[in-house]
Every structure is written in C-alpha cells, then in structure tokens.
C-alpha cells in the first residue's frame, strides 16, 4: 500500500504508483509532511475507470449474500484497525481522538446495515389488465439491476464514513466503484479502500484515483465509461460537476448554512447543550454543523449567556489530547474563517467570546447581534464560529432561514408541537430536526438538501435504491 510513507493507488486489486511526481499531505496540526500520493494523470485515469467497467460485469451476477459476506468482513477489518485509523485520521485531518473512534466505528455499523438491507432487493411482477384498456394478457417482470460503473467522491472532513457511505451501496447493488477522494484525507481513504481488499472484493471491483482535482477532474466526471456520480463537496464544484457531466444520474450532499431556530417557550438549558455540540463538534467542519442561531429577542440574552457558559468550557488544542476545537484543516481556511470574524466585528455584532487564532488553530467564536448585513449570516464557514440573530417573532426566523441559498436542515427549540410543525412545514431543507441538534443519521434516514445543498436522496436504502435501476422483462401471453 505504500513505499518510503508514499501511499500507492489500488488498481485491480493491486497497489500500483503512478508515472507523476507524488503530492505532498501536509498535516494541519503543525503543517509538516505526513505522507505522500499519487498524482495520476488523465492516461491513467482512463485504465482504472476501464478496468472497472470490465470488472463490474462480473460483480454484477454475483449472489447478493457473496456480496454482503464481503461488506460483513470488511466491517470486522474496519474495527480490527480502529484504533490505528483513528491515529492516521487525527494526523491527517487534525480530527480529535473521539469523532475519529466514533467514525470508524459507525461506518462499520453502516456497512454491515447496508450488507442486511441489500438483500431486500425484491423484484415484483405487474400485471397488464390493472391499465384501462390491457386485458390479462402481459406480464412484466421488474428486477433492479446496477447502473455500471459509479464514480465516489468523498471529502476531507469524514474520509472513512463518506468513502463509505458510497462505496458500500454501491457494490450492494452490484456496480464497481472508482473511488477519488479528497488530497487532504486521501491517505485515510486509501485504508479504508484496503480494507475492502483485504475483505476479498474481487479485482478491480474497487479502484482508487488520486490526484490534484484541476488536472483529472473534468476528466473522470465527464468519463464516457462513468454511469453514476456520488459527490460529497462544496455547491461550487458541485454546480460545476452538474453541469458538465451530461446526463450522468447524481447523488450530491454540499453546503449547508444550518439554523437552530429557538423560540421564547424553549428549554434553554437543553437547548444551549445542542447548540454548542452542533455548532463545534470537529472544530463546525461538519456540513450539518449548526451555522446560526435564530432566537426570539424575549430569551436571546438569557440563551447568549448559557451558550458562552458552555463555549468557554471547550478544550482547545491538538487532537491526541482528547479536546474539542483542533485545528482546522488548513491555513486558507483558518484565513477564511477570521475574514468572516473580521467583518462581523467591522459591521457591528458583538463578540462575545475572544477572538484568537495559534496557525491553524482557531479559538471557537460565539457572536451576538448578527445582522443579516454581514457574511458570517449567509456564508459557510465550516469552523468553530457561532453567530447569534435576534428576530421578534417565529416568522421572520422562518424568512431569514429561508433567505439562504442552502437548504440542508434546520433545527426547531420549542415546547409547542404545533408551532414546531407550522415552521417545519415552512422551512425550505431536507431535515427538520424538533428540539435536537442538526446531524447526519441514522444512517436508514432519508438524508437529503435542497436548493445549493444537494440532489438526491442519501441513507442506506436510498442510496442503494439510487445506485440501482428497474429493469422490466415483459411476456405477452397468447389468448
């Protein structure tokens, strides 16, 4: 798998390098070398995704409890190696000891649930004579079959549970997998992906592809030989993939700017407690990390003083000491979180806890009366800074949230089910969550955005009905 700590690519169940000077992996704790990949070209992208479409043909007419075997083994190896992964995670991308054991260990549970549900891959036969006009003389037989070939891209922020959570509908199902992931996050990618060669996938069944994205990118998602695109990223390059890769079938999770809305009949000290965990949990590099905080002005001085209670408790440092805010995971985005401080502190909010930064490293941030005039109430910033927005009533919380571009979740703090279920029924997300945090799971719940947040419905089912086709066979019986 790796030679000189340069990892190598698994190319037809072989780890093979490339022709092209590796790229570098710096980790973001204290931006030294952790190791090195390959940077493949368009040349070589172009034989692994070859191979896989040959090897799919195959997988495809495998028995479907072969398959779920081989998922079952790989999740055993996954937990084997917990605690080694979890050291490379914690390197990598700077991710504390306890999300990176938590990862691990849910993304075995995941592959192992969707092991279990791909073999409730049931056919059914429809009959002719329930159509106006048929008489009982048709029978269609409809089975599900794989889309071919599926192209997984997975993100820096959860490179063994996002790796996952594509690769193992997708070989459920019967297709191959072409697995690029992120640079940063690749190296505990490429484990995850010998852990499904060790598990006894056949060859090239699973491929990976690394490289910088500006050189192969373009390439692989407008591959004539890809017949499905599962994409993990920002809205920017997911636009940019939809709109280049033809009519290519997709599943896309993106940005989020998700909104706890909090409202004066609100249990604060609960509320506070999901609050801080939403919005810092891995340092607010989550896409459904709570992003603001819409709450009535009768409470918000009340909730402002529990929350900084709990962000001035968070423990700020390296991940191997078990805290809760690490570094982010590089220094373009630690500058573009402190932009976003910058300008809230230029256009008036008031900051309620201080503003620090040590590299990397940005102290968690909780901001109070955030005006809709400032970037930190509309952009991302994938990092530990928290704004706070006062509104006088439930409908203008209901016309801010709904004023952003994304639509991933929203999460609603209320004693009244009525008022909870008017304002779910108005916010324009694919998750509404009632008196809990915003968060990705169970993984059998449908996972979904809407406008800038995605496409398509996530979670084991749906990701493995997503990843499959009907495909009717049709007998005409003679009268």
């Known amino acids: 798998m790796k030679n000189n700590n340069i990892y190598k690519n698994l190319y037809n169940g072989e780890w093979i390098e490339s022709i092209n000077p590796p790229i570098d992996i710096i980790s973001p704790i204290d931006n030294t070398s952790f190791g090195k990949i390959q940077s493949m070209n368009e ?38 190696n917990k605690h080694e992964l979890s050291l490379i995670l914690q390197k990598e991308i700077a991710k504390d000891k306890k999300s990176s054991l938590s990862e691990i260990e849910r993304t075995a549970d995941f592959i192992k649930f969707t092991a ?86 056949p060859k090239g069944v699973l491929n990976t592809i690394t490289g910088k994205g500006s050189v192969i990118g373009d390439y692989i998602v407008t591959h004539k030989d890809i017949n499905f695109i599962n994409f993990t990223g920002s ?3 997911g636009r940019h993939i939809a709109s280049i890769a033809g009519m290519v079938p997709m599943l896309m999770e993106l940005g989020g700017k998700d909104a706890a809305l909090v409202l004066k009949d609100a249990d604060l000290e609960k509320t506070a ?8 949990s891995y340092s607010g590099q989550r896409c459904t990390a709570v992003k603001r905080v819409l709450v009535e002005e009768e409470v918000a001085d009340s909730l402002v003083e529990k929350l900084k209670e709990r962000v001035e408790k968070l423990k700020i440092g390296s991940p191997e000491d078990e805290v809760d805010i690490t570094p982010l995971i590089s220094s373009e985005a630690a500058d573009y979180v402190e932009g976003l401080i910058e300008d809230a502190i230029a256009k008036g909010a008031s900051l309620i806890t201080r503003s620090k930064r040590k590299g990397n490293l940005i102290y968690p941030v909780l901001f109070d009366k955030v005006t809709t005039e400032m970037k930190i109430a509309w952009e991302e910033p994938f990092g530990p800074v928290l704004p706070v927005i006062r509104v006088k009533d439930i409908d203008e919380a209901i016309k801010i949230a709904n004023a952003s571009q994304y639509g991933l979740q929203s999460s609603i703090f209320t004693k009244d089910i009525d ?58 019986i003679e009268n």
């Open 116 to 201: 279990d549900e791909g073999k409730h891959l049931h056919g059914e036969t429809v009959g002719s004579e329930n159509f106006p006009g048929f008489k009982k003389n048709k029978i269609s037989f409809v089975t599900r079959v794989p889309v071919g070939v599926v192209l997984a891209i997975s993100p820096f922020n959860y490179p063994i549970n996002l790796a996952a959570s594509k690769i193992a509908p997708a070989l459920i199902a019967g297709n191959s997998v072409v697995l690029k992931p992120a640079t940063q996050g690749a190296i505990s990618t490429l484990y995850l992906a010998e852990v499904f060669n060790k598990a006894g996938l």
């Open 235 to 237: 809205s920017e390059v």
């Open 273 to 280: 407690d999901n609050i801080i965990s939403g919005a810092f």
């Open 419 to 476: 008022k909870a279920f008017y304002i779910a029924n108005k916010l324009e997300v694919g998750t509404v969550q009632i008196n809990n945090k915003t968060e990705r799971g169970p993984d059998n719940f449908p996972f979904l955005g809407v406008k800038s947040s995605g496409m398509g419905t996530q979670g084991v089912r749906y990701s493995i009905e997503a990843m499959s086709r009907p495909k009717a066979i049709v007998i005409n």
């Open 43 to 80: 040349k070589e992208v172009n034989t692994t995704v070859t191979n896989a479409k040959l090897s799919q043909i195959t997988w495809g007419e495998t028995p479907i409890n072969e398959r779920a075997g081989i998922l079952h083994k790989a999740a055993e190896i996954l937990l084997e």
